[in-house]
Nanobody, 127 residues
Framework: QVQLGESGGGLVQAGGSLRLSCAVS????????MGWFRRAPGKEREFVAA????????YYADSVKGRFTTSRDNAKNLAYLQMNTLKPEDTAVYYC????????????????????WGQGTQVTVSS
């Protein structure tokens, strides 16, 4: 059973930064494309960022492009979401998700594509 665990959330002022981490259990991490999603109060879960299994390709939602960066360390089974210039509208529970891919360059923005999910970490941005 693959388990994902997010960490690094918290309370930050607008304009600040946070780095989320996602730890993935098991030996197949380098075969997983990773995605980041968020759910704000009263809203649907939305896509934030994705990274291919090799780390060579990334993709971002327009709302975070230029402010957020996703990366991964396959030797440590960790994925990251660096969030800069945070805004109050970034307040949400952030989730990481994983799916096995057969191409090292594949990534997905649709949540339905992902097999495994973390429990989420709260990010609150105060104005």
């Amino acid at each position: 059973q693959v388990q994902l665990g997010e960490s690094g959330g918290g309370l930050v002022q607008a304009g600040g930064s946070l780095r989320l981490s996602c730890a993935v259990s098991g030996r197949a991490f380098s075969s997983y494309a990773m995605g980041w999603f968020r759910r704000a109060p009263g809203k649907e879960r939305e896509f934030v960022a994705a990274i291919s299994s090799s780390g060579s390709r990334t993709y971002y939602a327009d709302s975070v492009k230029g402010r957020f960066t996703t990366s991964r360390d396959n030797a440590k089974n960790l994925a990251y979401l660096q969030m800069n210039t945070l805004k109050p509208e970034d307040t949400a529970v952030y989730y990481c998700a994983a799916v096995i891919t057969f191409s090292s360059n594949t990534y997905y923005s649709e949540d339905s594509r992902y097999t495994y999910w973390g429990q989420g970490t709260q990010v609150t941005v105060s104005s």
